[in-house]
């Protein structure tokens, strides 16, 4: 199983979790839409599950597959497009933002349902 990002990530920018993954498994849509989202999404066949990715995200939005909360359950099948559909994605490039806020985590976690 693999790591998934789910979307608490939606528009984020900072993209810390590129910078440690050591298989550069990380991918985002060539154009986003009401289907593919505008957030990253982690390749299940290129991820080691080495868990590097999650302490680093800002959003607390990436997750072991096992803990995804049942409310983002769709966002399995979303990181799985990676793969499946691969020519819609690009392979993410480092764009590092400033961090959330503690406030700015837990109001994005309010907007999702979490
Ligand atoms: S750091 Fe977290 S919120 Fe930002 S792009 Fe990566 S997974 Fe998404
Ligand atoms: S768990 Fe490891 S291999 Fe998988 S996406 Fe995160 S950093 Fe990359």
Request: aromatic share 8%; hydrophobic share 30%.
């Amino acid at each position: 199983m693999a790591y998934v990002v789910t979307r608490l990530c939606r528009d984020c920018v900072h993209t810390a979790c590129v910078t440690v993954c050591p298989v550069e498994c990380f991918y985002w849509p060539k154009q986003p839409d009401d289907r593919l989202p505008n957030q990253v999404y982690i390749s299940p066949d290129e991820c080691i599950n080495c868990g590097a990715c999650l302490p680093v995200c800002p959003w607390q939005a990436i997750y072991d597959q096992p803990d995804v909360p049942s409310k983002f359950h769709e966002d399995i099948s979303l990181n799985q497009l990676c793969d499946k559909a691969r020519k819609e994605f690009d392979q993410v490039k480092h764009m590092k933002e400033p961090d959330p806020t503690p406030q700015d985590v837990k109001d994005n976690k309010k907007k999702w349902g979490l």
